[in-house]
């Protein structure tokens, strides 16, 4: 009968002016996300209106026109690279997720895995433009590879890869391997493990590191400049347009327009199911 109002009281005698309990830096927190979440949408959105301008390079969203959009759809220039960066970002996402999980189980599993996640996530503080020149000479001096296809897919894979990792390794890191002990003594084989106790708790950093790896994927462009050879992916059609013909530029609006809308519902959807339905579930 006690134990409530003692737990007012001493809920009373706490210090009330505790940093994070304060209004004002609740306030500047929501004041910093506000600012940050409207960094991030408002120029997609003006992005957005600009494409359908009819002169988007002075900045006036007026009059409107759809002459952006038929431009685009009678220059079937950007359709190539459009299918090379799509099915280039899905190998590299598969890759990814197989790779990062494999590797990622078995970090965990190491007495000292500090020095190899070191050297695993190095890559992320790795200038582009760095790896892509070192990645150039080793790729075409060393190995004598010709530049192309497959030499772009090596410069992404490298890039993408240490994120992938990272995710399969947070949630690795928390894996009770007990469970797997416990299953192994009842007569449950190796892939069976893997499947029935791994796979769950592991699902969402395994997915969410293919999303990663393809995203990265599609958007890289620093180190495909250097192992392109005379292939063309979006990031680079996309660049070189921008580079080259001011012209182009309102066809880019309208391209990359559509590239948002597209993308970003699909990956809300997709992340939605894959941490909060099965979350439930």
Do not use: H
């Not at 012209?247 to 519902?265: D, E, G």
């Amino acid at each position: 009968m006690t134990l409530a109002p003692a737990r007012e009281d001493r809920a009373a005698a706490r210090p009330q002016g505790r940093l994070g309990q304060s209004a004002g830096w609740k306030t500047m927190a929501k004041a910093f996300g506000a600012f940050a979440l409207a960094m991030i949408y408002i120029p997609l959105i003006w992005l957005a209106v600009m494409s359908f301008a009819a002169s988007p390079l002075s900045g006036i969203p007026y009059p409107l026109t759809l002459d952006n959009y038929r431009q685009l759809g009678g220059d079937a220039r950007w359709v190539t690279p459009m299918q090379t960066s799509l099915w280039l970002s899905a190998l590299v996402a598969f890759v990814c997720m197989v790779i990062a999980t494999v590797v990622g189980r078995a970090i965990t599993r190491l007495e000292r895995p500090g020095g190899v996640i070191l050297l695993t996530l190095l890559p992320l503080f790795v200038p582009g433009l760095t790896m892509g020149a070192a990645l150039f000479i080793f790729l075409r001096s060393i190995l004598e590879l010709k530049l192309g296809i497959w030499s772009i897919f090596l410069g992404q894979l490298v890039w993408a890869l240490p994120f992938c990792m990272l995710l399969v390794l947070v949630i690795a890191s928390r894996f009770d391997l007990r469970l797997l002990e416990a299953a192994e003594d009842l007569g449950a084989s190796p892939w069976r493990r893997f499947w029935d106790i791994e796979m769950p708790i592991l699902r969402p950093g395994i997915f969410g590191a293919g999303i990663f790896g393809f995203l990265l994927s599609f958007n890289e462009l620093p180190r495909s400049l250097f192992l392109r050879g005379i292939e063309t992916t979006m990031p680079i059609y996309n660049w070189a347009m921008a580079a080259s013909q001011q012209s182009q530029i309102p066809i880019i609006f309208s391209l990359t327009t559509l590239l948002v809308a597209v993308t970003l519902p699909v990956m809300g959807v997709f992340f939605w199911f894959l941490f909060v339905k099965l979350d439930k579930n």
